[in-house]
């Protein structure tokens, strides 16, 4: 199973992420990890990558989908992968589709876990962290047992300076005007897979797996 992951901010999409790879026996693959693996490797690619972002520049499509593409012809992708934070842009998709021809193979599906703005907003500003051990709950879809305190050890609970109102509308805002081409473009081929993401996260992840046809 080749497939593309893509979900705004808030939406769940890390989670029905381990599920799907688990799934399917696949592995997840994000630029993020990719860049990363290859900077500590001080592979060519990784020392290329690591220019631009030092010079806080955006790494050039070029160069990303070189990265993406070498990650592709590992072992591990013999039988399919999840490409999660890639391609970005149509300029991406374009030059994966190329690569991916040359490489025999194709998508299945690109996965698009969508919900409603005002939703994924009252999910992340309702959103709580443990500060000792990191565990998250919800005001109101998961609360703690105790008001500020975790459930596992009593750690005062948190909210992250970037859950606020403001900055996660700016922020799916952007998710938003960035993907929506990409939306239409895989939307035309035929292979986009839109999937209702205000659901439980069993539901989610079952219409998904219904929908990639494996019941």
């Not at 991916?100 to 962290?129: F, Q, S």
């Amino acid at each position: 199973m080749r497939l593309i992951l893509l979900g705004p901010p808030g939406v769940g999409k890390g989670t029905q992420a381990s599920a799907i790879v688990k799934k399917y026996n696949v592995p997840h693959i994000s630029t993020g990890d990719i860049f990363r693996a290859n900077i500590k490797d001080g592979t060519e690619l990784g020392k290329k990558a690591k220019e631009y972002m030092d010079k806080g520049l955006l790494v050039p499509d070029e160069l990303v989908v070189s990265i993406v593409k070498d990650r592709l012809t590992k072992e591990d992708c013999v039988h399919g992968f999840l490409l999660d934070g890639f391609p970005r842009t149509i300029n991406q998709a374009e030059a994966l589709d190329k690569e991916l021809t040359k490489m025999g193979i194709k998508l299945d599906k690109v996965v698009n876990i969508d919900a409603d703005k005002e939703i994924l907003i009252e999910r992340a500003v309702g959103r709580r962290i443990c500060k000792t051990c990191g565990s998250s709950y919800h005001v109101k879809f998961n609360p703690p047992k105790v008001e500020n305190l975790c459930d596992i050890d009593n750690g005062e609970l948190f909210q992250r300076d970037d859950d606020t109102h403001e900055t996660v509308a700016t922020r799916i805002e952007v998710y938003l005007n960035q993907t929506q081409p990409l939306i239409d473009y895989y939307q035309e081929k035929g292979i986009i897979l839109n999937i209702d993401g205000t659901k439980p996260i069993d539901e989610v992840f079952e219409t998904i797996v219904k929908a990639l046809g494996d019941n």
